[in-house]
């Protein structure tokens, strides 16, 4: 056999091997893991920031002026910077970020 014969003897074993690797596993999609049961998703839980912050979404650009949306902005930017703050009691003033100016000027 030369070599370019081999070559494409491999590549077509290989591609099998994919082809029946692949049916296998949506063979067995249906297949749940030993170690998952059924649960609900963190989603479908109702939580008042979560509420709260659907609130802020509905209000559209009026919620930039609403300090409860302010101060919810606050507590999930908190809880997802793992602050401190975010044991699950809502800050009373949202953290005033400094501008972009203040940074510029404020490095001389």
Do not use: Y
């Not at 609403?66 to 044991?87: I, T």
Request: glycine share 10%.
């Amino acid at each position: 056999m030369d070599g370019k014969t081999l070559a494409r003897v491999v590549a077509v074993v290989f591609v099998i091997v994919a082809m029946t690797a692949t049916a296998l596993e949506m063979s067995r999609k249906g297949d749940k893991p030993v170690g998952e049961g059924q649960h609900t998703p963190a989603a479908s839980v109702p939580t008042p920031l979560r509420d709260g912050l659907r609130r802020c979404q509905v209000l559209g650009e009026a919620a930039l002026r609403d300090d409860g949306c302010a101060r919810l902005w606050a507590e999930q930017r908190d809880r997802f910077l793992g602050l401190e703050n975010a044991s699950g009691s809502s800050t009373s003033e949202p953290a005033a970020s400094p501008s972009p100016d203040a940074a510029l000027h404020g490095a001389r």
